[in-house]
């Protein structure tokens, strides 16, 4: 994981920097003329963590989405709606794509697939 390096000369931040001729990734101080060369190349990394109620809420939006296509000859298990939205997505663990189903009874909210 990248961290914030500093200059060991004034403190301040050290910022990455490309060497172009020797092709080598440098953290360089932009107050003095402190480099060093980088020990790692990740020079910046984004993690992000989602709650799985966020994941619940996002599939439950997905039925109020207009632009999706919608089902009128399915019927769903947990609540007996008529009308579910549809998409198609990897399963998690699987190969291919999966065509995921979403119960369009805003209380409900049920999904499958098939």
């Known amino acids: 994981m990248s961290e914030m390096k500093f200059c060991r ?3 301040n931040i050290l910022y990455p920097k490309e060497e172009k001729d ?3 990734l440098l ?3 932009r107050n003095c003329e402190h ?3 980088a020990d790692n190349n990740c020079v910046y990394r984004n993690e992000v963590h989602h709650a799985a ?3 619940t809420q996002v599939l439950q939006d997905v039925a109020a989405d207009p632009t999706l296509p919608r089902n009128k000859d399915v019927r769903c298990a ?3 709606h008529g ?3 549809f998409f198609q997505a990897t399963a998690r663990g699987e190969e291919g794509m999966t065509l995921f189903y979403v119960c369009c009874n805003l209380s409900c ?3 499958w697939r098939e």
């Open 9 to 11: 000369e004034c403190n």
């Open 22 to 24: 020797r092709r080598v």
């Open 27 to 29: 953290y360089a101080c």
């Open 35 to 37: 480099q060093e060369v």
């Open 53 to 55: 109620a966020e994941r």
């Open 78 to 80: 947990a609540c007996g």
């Open 83 to 85: 009308e579910a939205v």
């Open 109 to 111: 909210g049920n999904r």
